[in-house]
RNA sequence: GCCCCCUUCGUCUAGUGGCCCAGGACAUCUGGUUCUCAGCCAGAAGAUCACCGGUUCGAAUCCGGUAGGGGGUACCA
């Protein structure tokens, strides 16, 4: 009789409202390994939501096992951009907890007990089969086409043997993987996966010296720390059945498993990698924030890469998300990064985003960009807040300011070359000395005068709608930006005065 | 090689046997608004649901196989 496919819950079954009653423990554990990977806090995010959605409890650990070096700096990057992108975490490295420590490389003592217990209780054996021993009996089966599944001449002894024997020569340690056998995973997001124990080798728990290895720390730490959820990779998921007989072995409860599909390249299915990203990719946290997205939009951005509230909803607040999130609606397939549906989904949070909070936001950039002064004075303050509100929608991220401002903000006229262009037209420099004349008197200098006055010079002079353009690219230097008039109103008759004669210069010069 | 996972418009996705000759969004294209740009409004185009076979009155949806992509096969994490 073919055993049964079991297959997933359909979608929205239960898990969205009372599925999971119990306390939720997620966490998320990267290595420290310098910056975010983009995929990884979308894996991060999703362990966030879940905690959040059922009120329970999202834990930050180090894998820090095999890094020594530099990790503080790497740390850093770590909790900054948890922080800047408000995944906070109830138990940590820095918060502390009652199931710490929370750095893998302090754990040892517990994965040695686990290791001890498996020994001991006849579930492991340690084995001297040197590596290269272990090279050539996997050539050896490479050359005869079988699968390699090795395992150990110690595999049969008993307990308080094995236990004897590694105290003593500290070598390897293997799992015995029972024979015959079937593992069943019932994955949350892929449903039930198998695996036969019979094409699964005695796999190492221990290296020569002592030292755990990876699967029996993740899954040990995993139990010990009452983590009720791995949400993790799927390049996990063919470590889990290794991890699910050590838990077995151990007589620990499982958690529940999801592996989430990996975050691809923009427009492909090959996975987004640090090493070689696509020409204008972004894969590290960091660069969103100093690109100058918001932490808002970036949440709602990638809660959509892989998941989905309904069919149509695509701009979601982080406590629409929170209150719908579970991962029977996380497809179970590669989602590729859009970079310009972000773009898109930023420019929806940035539009919504009070102009006093943009300002804020933004000002940092300016200040770096040495526009202005750290602190910005109460004069560049109230230029910014007047650039803002002229540039509305067009500010898609906090850096937009620099290039929008830069032309406000600056000293010294800087003429782009596409506004030369339109300067070197026939009869610019002669509107332009009528501008002049007509600005150095205006009375009030504001918006709606200096339209009017725009409007007769353009009559009396009879440009036509290239005056603006004229008038655009002499006093801002640019062929874009707010409306025109706007820019005559924030640079003030000074400057106007100043960057018109400035142009007219430009093109005497250039005449002559 | 062997094991496991995945496969719906260019992209993100909806879809769990009839409501789907497949819906939404981004991107694209066309028209309108406009001093530029960005927007905004209206519209268009775009998927033989990877392929082949089966079950069924009926399949994107169930079953089998094939192909392609990905992960694993470490005394890495």
Partial sequence: M???KVRRAPRGAGSRSTRIAMEVRTRFAPSPTGYLHIG????????WLLARRHGGQFILRIDDTDTARHVDDALTKIFEGMRWLGLDWDEGPDVGGAHGPYFQSQRTDNHVAAITQLLESGKAYPCETSTTELDELREAAKAAKRPFVFRGPNRDMSGSEALALWKEKQCAVRFKVPQGKTTVLLDAIRGAVEWRTDMLGDFTIARDGGKPLYN???????????????????????N???????????GAPLPTFAHVPYVAAPGGKKKLSKRNPPPGVMVALEEYEQAGYLPEALVNALARLGWSLDDHTEIMSRQTIIENFSLDRVTSAPAGLDPDKMYWIQDQYMTALPADEKIELMMPFLVRAGLVADPPTPEQKAV?????KACGDRLKLLSDIIRYGAMFLREELVIDPKAMKHLRK????????????TFATLEPFDLATIEAAVNDVREETGVGGKIN??????TTGETVGPGVFDCIEILGREKVLKNIETAREKIAAEAG
């Fill in 240 to 250: 889990t059945h290794p991890q699910l007989l050590i838990a077995e072995g151990l």
């Fill in 40 to 47: 990884g806090v979308r894996t991060a995010l999703f362990n």
């Fill in 469 to 474: 353009h004229f008038l655009r690219a002499s």
């Fill in 384 to 388: 910014v807040a007047k650039i803002e």
């Fill in 2 to 4: 073919a055993p049964q």
């Fill in 216 to 238: 029996l720390a993740s899954i040990v730490d995993d139990i010990e720390t009452k983590i009720t959820h791995v949400v993790r990779a799927e390049e996990h998921l063919s």
């Fill in 426 to 437: 026939p009869g610019a420099e002669e509107v332009l000395a009528k501008l002049h004349a």
